[in-house]
Each structure stands twice: as structure tokens, then as C-alpha cells.
């Protein structure tokens, strides 16, 4: 049999509530990763404010190469900003 040892995902959108998450977060055996370059906007959908949510360490790419670790709301919500504003 194949052993997992981990889950990465490029670009997932939102796919379940906070309670999925919270469940997921806390009975995986796997490490999960989520994937999401700055100026992809399917992560960002459906909109957190209809409940959805998503699970697994977030890793971001900024357009400058940079690459942030679980970074705050407050600069997600900024570089989607900038995004939206440069075209």
C-alpha cells in the first residue's frame, strides 16, 4: 500500500465551513498545504462571508517572488487590493 505523507494543494478554492475545517485540522494524519499565488483569485471564492472556510497550512506566493507562510488577513485582503488596482 502507499503511504501518504502529506496533501498539497495550487489554487483551491473555499470548500467547506469551519467546522470542516476545525474537524480536519484536528483528526488529520497528514500535513496539509495550501498553495495560493497572490494574484489567483479561485482561492478566494465562495466568499468567506457565506461561511465557507479553508483547512491546512497556508503558504502565499507575492508577485515579487516572496513566498509568506500563513500570513495575516490584513495582507491577504492587501495584496488582493493591489491586485485589483494594478490590473
Known sequence: ???IQGV???GQPRVGNSAMSKFIKENSPVI???VQNSSDVVPNVPASSAGYRHCGLHIMILNDGKIL????ISQQRQEA???????
Open 81 to 87: 487590493t493591489t491586485q485589483i488596482t494594478s490590473g
Open 8 to 10: 498539497m494543494t495550487f
Open 69 to 72: 507562510r500563513n500570513p495575516p
Open 1 to 3: 500500500p502507499i503511504s
Open 32 to 34: 496539509i498545504q495550501r
